[in-house]
């Protein structure tokens, strides 16, 4: 067995590209080996079943060679999971999978953020409400790369959150009572603050707050970056408003 062999990796295919004549590039999200990229010899060939197999949100079970950056398949093994078939759970999965290719650093294995999106996953295969789901991630993502916070703690302070005063949001810090200078958001009710430390995505006032606080912080993360999914949401939306 050749020593830089991989067998039984638990992944997920986040993006795929034509390489070369009749190859796949394939971006991975790996268990214990993070995000990786791999060639997949003949995968478009009209014979090879890997075209089939090789789907973003399929749980697979994978086996390649190499020891520079891009890998070669070996082996592909299918298991069974969830499937996402609404367009906006499509979306929203499509969305996580280009959060983790953009930011995450390649070779960085994070087991926890990768629990976090087979939870993800069976979510959004199972609800219409996607948006709770989102916010979750989107807090597990940012905490795999040292930017967790707690909703209900001001971190410049060290104080809980009171639910009589207003917040102010920081990608840096977190929840700050102060605004100063990395401050991005002000006014943020310390009432919502807790309903959201306490899980509470229910209310329209705690979807509009967790959104704008996670939208601040990929953007941050992302550092101009562009995502593709966001505009797919964006038409998603004018569809539906004129149907």
């Given amino acids: 067995m050749r020593k830089d062999a991989q067998h039984q990796e ?3 295919v986040i993006h795929r590209r034509p390489w070369r004549e009749t190859s796949l590039m394939v971006d991975l999200f790996t268990l214990n080996h993070g995000r990786l990229s791999v060639i997949a010899r003949g995968a478009s060939g009209n014979k090879s079943p890997l075209k ?11 086996g390649w060679t190499g020891r520079g950056e891009l890998k070669a398949l070996t082996d ?13 759970a499509l979306y929203s999965g499509l969305y996580m999978n280009e959060l983790i290719q953009r930011v995450l650093p390649q070779a960085d294995p994070h087991p ?5 999106y087979i939870e993800a996953v069976a979510q959004l295969a199972q609800t219409p409400d996607v948006e709770p789901v989102l916010r979750k991630f989107e807090q597990a993502f940012a905490a795999a790369l040292g930017y967790d ?10 104080q809980p959150v009171l639910a009589t005063h207003t917040y102010c949001y920081d990608p840096e810090q977190g929840i700050v009572a102060a605004a100063t200078t990395g401050v991005r958001l002000q006014n943020l009710p310390g009432e919502t603050l807790l309903a959201l430390a306490g899980g509470d995505y229910e209310t329209t006032t705690s979807r509009r707050v ?12 992302l550092q101009g970056r562009p995502l593709n999914s966001r505009s797919l949401f964006n038409h998603h939306r004018g569809e539906r408003h004129e149907s």
Avoid: E, N
């Fill in 10 to 12: 638990p992944a997920y």
């Fill in 52 to 62: 089939a197999q090789l789907q973003p949100f399929q749980p697979l079970v994978l």
């Fill in 76 to 88: 592909v093994d299918v298991r069974d999971g969830p499937a996402l078939q609404r367009t906006v």
């Fill in 112 to 116: 926890t953020l990768f629990a976090a």
């Fill in 149 to 158: 916070f707690s909703w209900d703690l001001a971190m410049d302070t060290g």
């Fill in 210 to 221: 967790s959104k704008r606080v996670m939208r601040v912080l990929t953007d941050y993360l």
